[in-house]
DNA sequence: TATTGTTATACTCTATAACTATA
DNA sequence: TATAGTTATAGAGTATAACAATA
């Protein structure tokens, strides 16, 4: 290994990621660049973001759940909520009515459009989900799902 | 579960994800944002920024590498590599000299300013792998790095 | 003609501060 | 006083097009 003081040049065949590759970080990354990189297509088909459908569809799992649960549930953060919500609502996929008695929340439901339309990407998703790691077995997908999320949860 | 065309109120107790979690993609999302948040901080110990690391670490185990050859194995795009390498340059961490024998190429190199902290970083973020994965065991964590790796590979 | 590095720039994503209305 | 939702805006990250020098 030559130090700048030591002005050789140096030719380097194939690149060694070593290092880089021995930590869970650097590798859950890559692997979520990945298959996002394949869902951000599929998606495209119903002309859902994947942050758009994941609130699609925990809406339509938790009729009534207020945007401050969405920003938790998700990781995101309330002012970058609202115009997503607001755009699914234009398109007459979801409808924001008063929480029951918090007159500060609104609660948050799925038009029958916008139900129809999370169970067709519901189907892309999840037919997508083993084309995308079809490297892994089902005992290895599910091993690896257990993993993250003890890292996360 | 209401329709929008049902006008009645719902209150969501805690949160259902259960289907959100049966994607890998968003698993491994939630894991590597999990752990990223806590290699930012250390990593400011060392003024560096995640991506800054990963070059410089990139660089001390390549010496001579080319930006295009950087790009590929980070997946990152020419033009956003540039202010990253012209940053780390000026701060004396890492050079530029002309390729061998491709005049359009340049290798880049670090400085012994450059690799000492590189060696200093790495210690750094060997010890923090272990405290952000400190809910697997050492068998899971090289089980998880392998399958992550299966997936983007 | 294709590729490396570069510049300029646009677009998206994420983050912060402050406001309102309600609790 | 604190919280839910909102607005405006700033900052970071990522993307595309076009150029000069070289292959």
Redesign the pocket.
Known sequence: MHSAKDPSTDIVDTVNTDFLRTLVGYNARRAALSIIEVFTECMAVHQL?I?EFSLLNLVAHNPGV????V?NSLN???????NL??LLEKRGLLV?RP?P??????GLYLSEEGQALNERAEQTVSALEIEATSSLTAAERKTLIRLLQKIYD
Do not use: E, W, Y
């Not at 207020?66 to 649960?69: A, G, N, P």
């Open positions: 973001k942050v207020t945007s401050r649960q920003c995101i953060l309330a002012p970058n909520l609202v919500v607001t924001r929480h008695f918090d007159g500060r929340a609104m």
